[in-house]
């Protein structure tokens, strides 16, 4: 039987995971940390220390800045030494609490032990109080603050929980090596959030390009599952290679056969979908008591003569991390924080990682030099690539013409930037530049129509009151 | 034979005849009544469509015009006040002069200025590249360089210096339409009255960082420091966010902020003479020791019946 | 330190260019190519010679000097224009006529349009044409294949332009394919008359496999023309087989091959999407053969290919991809 992926799409670079053999090895801790309050997707966390507090690592640093905001802890023990704008990795000022590392004292109660622990609490409140407290996000690339994806509106019933294994971007492994150095945590992970949710099937999905972490969870899953009745229906699931196979609607589709229509949510189609890494970090806070203070990332590229998967504290400079991974090469000519289809060109070396950080990609100008731009030859291959289904060469002409209904009606919005239109174009269009722009202007004049819509709505509502 | 000719004429005739009737009785059952002023507006419009007023070309403005009770809110930044003058007169408003204004460039972060630490490879798009990061240089508020003010002018009056790096506006072009004032992610652009004889100064910096941080990354950065604002004698200056900011509505344009600016942030332009730094720094030194001299004068002054009081008190 | 580079996502690219996709179009004709040149000989070679030089020569002077900015001419699209054809014209064509049809393949069908991906016909087809109703004495004058480097050809009639002339004089069409000796074998591996792309399906074929191979062109437009074709043909021929001809000698005769592989394909000028593909090439092939079986002319696919080049705009404007999530 052929394995599944999804439906529309999608395109094969070569994956690159030269880092797969590599262990994950903990970064020393640096000298100095930058903590930015805005991690995640949605109001900037607001700093709850003053400079010259001591501080110890795990410690709230900052507290949620609104509903969809997240706990930021320290991820070292120290002194904090300032708070106010630093720049990020794009160069842009950020809020930042800027921590002097002093020894590696912890806060009470969290187990720093490497023992496994696999019984954990009924009380979904319990587990929920200790994922939001924990700082918890998704790790998957977006950021989202995990307790409000695992609380679903009233009314939707999540039916499958899929736990992303996919790591389709090329270059990165650091979730391989999750799979196959903490099965057993991810899986726990997994049995956790699929007791939140109360759903009773859970799916971890792994591109077959990584047949050891197949094989690998299989076995945990079947070993945990003999021991708890908790850990019952969790299956692994081997899928097609493919990219943007992790991207959460492909997943979706390519898990569920089921399509989130444009605009809604996964969990309408009774889909959640989360990160290996999340459910790692579900693991560390719930059994373990340990905020999200550090994470995993990759360290590679093709010109490094060493690649390494490193256990990094939140907030370590990139500059930093290079320099322990054995310094720039002279051949470097661009570093990014992520992956090399979506990730981020980084323009400030001096900027720290923060939660979302997956990966330190160092790439050589012959490999990421862009070609120079020629004309469009009609080829198409674009919208066979665009795993959305759009036609990325007409959203290209229609945001140079400034066409904002035609955008609409031609679904930019649904857009997921995954970078294959540009990736597959023979003629080097800047395809996705220009059509992300296009894409901020449609989902301008969607969230103004939203919120006139609501405007309208509440005066009726007023004016039916006042009557 | 000539039946044929008669038969042809006489069809074509009635032919024509019945369709100019269903197309008269087409024109009246659809006809626009629309008021004939908009027609004597839009003629006298410059007719750039270029939406500096607000509209979407000349004729919405003159719809809009004809529409509104007064020409307050409606005004053709590129024909000015000669084309208001004519608007008014066809509509019978009065015309409130308006001084004419230009686009002003406040950023300079030349290539020696503000040398650059990254190297863009994207599409060349102030719009992407603000949108993906800070820029090439260590100034997250300065000027990209990938014109899309020059694209977004239609009167040619805006070009990249290959020198600099940075637009120019050519003053005789510039119409202050604002279309590159709303293109400018950086929002560096601004309209400023043109001044007499084009006299005219502003601070050519956006850079909110403190002093050192922005000092490190541009030469020419407003620092923030404050001594223009101190110096100025008609309240024109503001420091907002580390940045200076000249009101052009209060500039007396003396030029002591320029003496006194220690990057070189503030710019004065078309003034016949070039400025005497040291001449002017020594006048106003003047003035403030005179200033301070005349406070001291006034506390001793204030201090004084005291004094006397004291001194009564004493041979008392 | 050298300085960062800095630009959107994503950060690797595709091998794909533009010149390699011509290259791989090059690549996929030199089998038919070398045919015809083993079967016409130095006249075939100088037909091609012509055209290509024709072509790119045209491209660079009209894009320098005209246009005034940079040249195209480095991505191999106006030599796959030239190759192209050189291949749908006789061997006997004098070489300024190639070079007329060249001129109105870049400069007017091309270029006039705006250069590479702007242009609405498929250049050498409208060059062909061109040629075709303005020197038809040459376009016609057809030389039947005396082996390698034969010099003492003999012209003669090509399959299709032999059907129509004997159905106008009135015999059937298996008497002319009798006296003819057109057999389906020499179709297949190139004996009879016609221009070079005409002469062996064989060595097109296997060009066609390349270009599947290498992922250049979806067969969507190519298996459509040729169900078209022979369904229709099935169904005229089963109702009279002395008038019509059958399914296979309509695919292996005439432009057929060609057309259907090379020139249909061509991304500029056909449909984006594979159901709009597939209704595109329904056209093709149902325009062919009521212009073979119905028109004035032996042969019809370059006439179906320009008419439906118009149509394609409509087609991309009808089809659409299925976009995700949305019913």
């Known amino acids: 039987m052929s394995k599944r992926t999804f439906s529309i799409g999608g395109i094969h670079p070569h994956d690159s995971k030269i880092s797969r053999e590599c262990a994950i090895e903990t970064l020393p801790v640096p000298p100095v940390v930058y903590v930015s309050v805005s991690q995640h997707i949605g109001a900037p966390a607001k700093p709850v220390v003053a400079v010259g507090d001591k501080v110890k690592a795990g410690q709230v640093v900052a507290e949620p800045g609104g509903f969809v905001s997240a706990f930021i802890h320290s991820p070292v023990s120290g002194t904090v030494k300032s708070v106010g704008p630093r720049k990020d990795l794009s160069g842009n000022n950020q809020n930042t609490i800027e921590i002097a590392v002093e020894g590696d004292e912890w806060v009470e109660g969290v187990d720093l032990s490497p023992e496994i622990v696999t019984g954990f609490p009924d009380d979904n409140s319990v587990i929920m109080d200790k994922i939001r407290q924990g700082g918890i996000v998704g790790l998957g690339g977006a950021t989202f603050p995990t307790q409000v994806k695992l609380a679903p509106p009233p009314g939707k019933k999540c039916e499958m929980l899929i736990i992303n294994g996919c790591e389709c971007e090329p270059y990165l492994t650091c979730n391989y090596r999750y799979m196959l150095e903490r099965a057993e945590q991810v899986v726990i992970g997994t049995a956790i959030i699929k007791q939140v949710l109360g759903v009773g099937k859970a799916t971890i999905a792994i591109e077959d390009n990584k047949p050891e972490d197949i094989a690998h969870m299989e076995k945990v899953v079947a070993g945990l599952a003999a021991s708890s009745a908790k850990y019952a229906g969790i299956s692994v699931m081997a899928m097609q290679t493919k990219y943007p196979e992790g991207g959460e609607k492909q997943l979706i589709d390519a898990v569920m056969h089921r399509q989130v229509r444009s605009g809604g949510l996964p969990i309408d189609v009774g889909a959640v979908v989360q990160n290996v890494a999340t459910a790692f970090a579900v693991y560390e806070a719930v059994q373990k008591n340990k905020p999200l203070v550090s994470n995993t990332m990759t360290v590679t590229g093709d010109c490094l003569p060493v690649q390494h998967n490193y256990e990094v504290r939140i907030g370590t400079p990139i500059s930093y991390i290079i320099e322990k991974a054995g310094g720039l090469p002279e051949a470097a000519a661009k570093v990014i924080s992520g992956g090399p289809m979506m990730g981020k060109a980084v323009s400030n070396l001096d900027a720290a990682t923060v939660k979302g950080t997956s990966g330190i990609l160092i790439l050589t100008e012959e490999q990421t030099r862009r070609a120079p731009e020629t004309h469009c030859i009609r080829c198409g291959k674009c919208s066979d690539a665009c795993p959305m289904g759009l036609e990325p060469f007409l959203l290209f002409r229609l945001t140079k013409a400034d066409m904002v209904p035609e955008l609409e009606d031609n679904a930019a919005q649904d857009c997921i930037e995954c970078g294959c239109c540009l990736y597959s174009c023979p003629a080097h269009l800047p395809l996705l530049d220009i059509i992300r722009t296009g894409k901020q202007q449609v989902m301008g004049v969607i969230r103004a129509r939203a919120a006139a819509a609501k405007a309208a709505a509440e005066a009726a509502k007023a004016s039916q009151v006042a009557k | ?316 | 330190m050298n300085k960062l580079l800095v630009s959107p996502s994503p950060h690797l690219h595709s091998d794909l260019s533009t010149k390699r996709l011509m290259r791989d179009v090059v690549i996929a004709l030199l089998p038919a190519i070398a045919v015809s040149v083993v079967f016409y000989g130095w006249k075939e070679l100088l037909v091609l010679a012509v055209s290509v030089l024709s072509c790119v020569c045209i491209e660079y002077l009209i894009t320098k000097y005209m246009l005034k900015r940079p040249g195209t001419v480095g991505d191999l699209s106006a030599v796959v224009t030239g190759l192209l054809l050189a291949m749908n014209l006789p061997s006997t064509t004098p070489w300024w006529v190639v070079f007329m049809g060249a001129l109105f393949a870049i400069g007017v069908t091309k270029m006039t349009f705006g250069g590479l991906g702007q242009n609405v016909f498929n250049p050498a087809i409208a060059g062909r044409v061109f040629l075709l109703v303005s020197f038809p004495t040459y376009m016609t004058r057809w030389e039947m294949p005396k082996g390698l480097f034969g010099v003492d050809a003999v012209s003669g009639a090509t399959p299709l332009g032999a059907i129509k002339e004997g159905l106008l004089q009135g015999a059937s069409v298996p008497d002319i394919m009798s006296a003819g000796g057109y057999s389906y074998g020499s179709m297949l591996f190139a004996n009879l008359g016609g221009s070079a792309g005409e002469i062996s399906a064989i060595a097109l074929l296997i060009g066609f496999v390349y270009l599947l191979v290498r992922k250049v062109i979806k067969p969507h437009i190519t298996l459509s023309i040729w169900g078209t074709v022979a369904l229709v043909s099935l169904i005229f021929w089963l109702c009279d087989p002395s008038r019509f001809t059958n399914p296979l000698f309509n695919l292996l005769t005439g432009g057929m091959i060609l057309g259907s592989c090379f020139m249909a394909t061509d991304y500029v000028t056909s449909p984006m999407t594979e159901k709009g593909g597939i209704l595109f090439g329904v056209g093709i092939g149902f325009i062919t053969l009521m212009i073979r079986y119905f028109g004035s002319y032996p042969e019809g696919m370059s006439f179906a290919i320009l008419i439906m080049n118009a149509f394609v705009p409509l087609i991309n404007n009808w089809f659409h991809h299925k976009k995700y999530g949305r019913a």
């Open chain 2, 1 to 316: 034979m000539s039946t044929t000719i008669i038969w042809t004429i006489a069809i074509i005739s009635v032919l024509g005849m019945l369709l100019a009737c269903v197309l008269w009785l087409i024109a009246e059952k659809f006809k626009v009544v629309e008021d004939p002023r908009i027609d004597e507006v839009e003629k006298v419009m410059p007719g750039a469509n270029c939406g500096g007023c607000g509209f979407a070309g000349c004729r919405a403005f003159a719809e809009a015009a004809v529409k509104a009770p007064d020409l307050d809110n409606n005004y053709c930044p590129v024909g000015g006040s000669d084309v208001m003058a004519k608007v008014a007169s066809i509509l019978g408003y009065e015309v409130k002069a308006k001084a004419p204004q230009v686009a002003v460039v406040r950023c300079n972060g030349s290539c020696s200025n503000r040398p650059s630490v990254n190297v863009y490879d994207g599409v060349k798009s102030c719009k992407v590249k603000a949108s993906l990061y800070s820029g090439d240089t260590g100034c997250a508020f300065g000027c990209l360089g990938c014109g899309d003010c020059v694209a977004a002018c239609r009167f040619g009056a805006l070009s990249m210096d290959p020198a600099t790096g940075l637009p120019v506006v050519d003053e005789e072009k510039c119409t202050a339409c604002g279309s590159c004032v709303k293109v400018c992610p950086k929002h560096l652009i601004e309209l400023r009255n043109k001044g007499p004889r084009g006299m005219r100064m502003y601070v050519s910096c956006m850079n909110q960082d403190k002093g050192p941080a922005a000092k490190k990354a541009c030469a020419a950065a407003c620092i923030g420091c404050g001594i223009c604002a101190k110096t100025c004698t008609h309240d024109a200056i503001v420091i907002e966010n580390n940045v200076a900011y000249i009101d052009f509505t209060k500039c007396k344009l003396c030029r002591e902020c320029e003496a006194m600016c220690p990057t070189g942030a503030i710019h004065a332009v078309n003034f016949p003479k070039p400025l005497d730094k040291e001449a002017v720094k020594a006048r106003i030194a003047e003035r403030n020791r005179k200033a301070r001299e005349a406070a001291a004068a006034a506390a001793a002054q204030a201090a004084a019946p005291e004094t006397a009081k004291e001194n009564k008190e004493e041979t008392k």
